[in-house]
């Protein structure tokens, strides 16, 4: 399974102090091939944590297609319970599905302490090619 983690960014706290890197993983395991360019509405997958941001209560993911900039994939919410791991199917968001061969997709994930994205504690990103 080709899986390659990327991290983004990672913002320090208020001090400047800069924290360990928090990244994030993903797989499509289980996701049904599409590739009409129709997406379908689907739960989100589970995503593999580390170094999550001290004083992190919520998540936000995210998924951008690097080949179709324009398209809103969407994403969602997730309240941080200090597992290394998500759930599947919290969220709901539209599906990779590209109509003309492989794209490449981005889940970012913010850290937040509220379910804001007004202060951020953190950004981790993963990208992934489909199909």
Sequence with gaps: MKRILITIALLGAATGAVADEFTVGFNWEGLKLCTSGRPNTVGNPVFQLNDVPD???????????FDALGYNHGGGWIEYDGAEMTQADVFRYK?????????????????????????????????????
């Design 55 to 65: 004083g992190t209560k919520w998540l936000y993911f995210e998924l951008t297609d």
């Design 95 to 131: 599906s990779p599905c590209p109509p003309n061969g492989t794209h490449t997709y981005e889940w970012s994930v913010t850290a937040a302490p509220t379910q804001s994205l007004s202060n951020p504690l953190g950004v981790a990103a993963s990208t992934l090619s489909y199909p």
